[in-house]
């Protein structure tokens, strides 16, 4: 190969080479520039901390994060460790859910949990849903590498004109990009507004959800046979995701799982 013929196949690479590190050095730039105008702060206190979309020590501290041994279908930790996987809780032998199996990051009654929720959904901190759907991701790591379509859970189209976005959809945005699993926010509809579940018993909360998803008939090819992941913020008694997990289920679903980034936990 002549020199001019080995200087043109080099020029691409070293080319290539040079746009990686000018990249990266561009990225340095706007993230230290974010550093001086935006100090990176924990999510949940507000204390400084060294970088963005994280916990301080304090806060992470307090998280109850759900970790094995738990209930195979719900996910709720068991007191102890029994030596053995696929275990089921006594909830989820005497109430076992429509869905196959649901995972969360952490408990919803603890920490700093409910405060990062209640900004996410309530206070227009969409920018929440990066961190913590990045942790959804990893504590969703098993379900997701079997689904093949992540399915957050709708608003009724008054609550969305109120809120201004869905939540679910956005953490399902982030759990999307980070595992490569495709999101479709529109094969779900909520048909009917439901009222608060707030203060309501189990039977209340299901009967509150009776009726409220609906699947569009266009939207049914998109599922039939195919494994499917709800997406939510909190799992309360589980009458939202059992409700969206049948209809989903009756258009066709294979199968459905559910993934939450808390989750309540009585009697643990």
Known sequence: MRGDDILDEIKPHAAARAALHLGAAARHLASAALDLVFPPACI??????????????????????????????????????????????PEAIA???????????????????????????????????????????????????????????PLHRRRLLWRRFNQANALAEVISKTSKVPCDPFVLTRKKATASQVGLTRTQRADNMHGA??????????????????????????????????????????????????RVVTGA
């Open 44 to 89: 949940s206190c507000r204390r400084a901390i060294e970088a963005h979309g994280a916990l301080c020590p304090a806060c992470w501290n307090l998280m109850r994060f759900i970790e094995r041994p738990y209930c195979d279908r719900l996910g709720t930790p068991f007191a102890a460790d029994l030596g053995a996987e696929g275990l089921l809780s």
């Open 95 to 153: 109430h076992p859910p429509v869905y196959a199996r649901a995972r969360a990051v952490a408990r919803f009654e603890d920490g700093p949990v409910r405060h990062l929720v209640h900004r996410l959904k309530y206070g227009d901190r969409l920018e929440l849903a990066i961190p913590l759907g990045r942790q959804m991701a990893r504590a969703g790591r098993e379900l997701l590498t079997e689904a093949d379509l992540l399915v957050p859970v």
């Open 213 to 262: 998803f609906a699947v569009p008939e266009a939207e049914k090819i998109k599922i039939e046979g195919r494994a499917l992941l709800l997406i939510d913020d909190v799992l309360t008694s589980g009458s939202t995701l059992n409700a969206a997990a049948r209809v989903l289920l009756r258009a066709g679903a294979a199968r459905v799982d559910a993934l939450v980034f808390a």
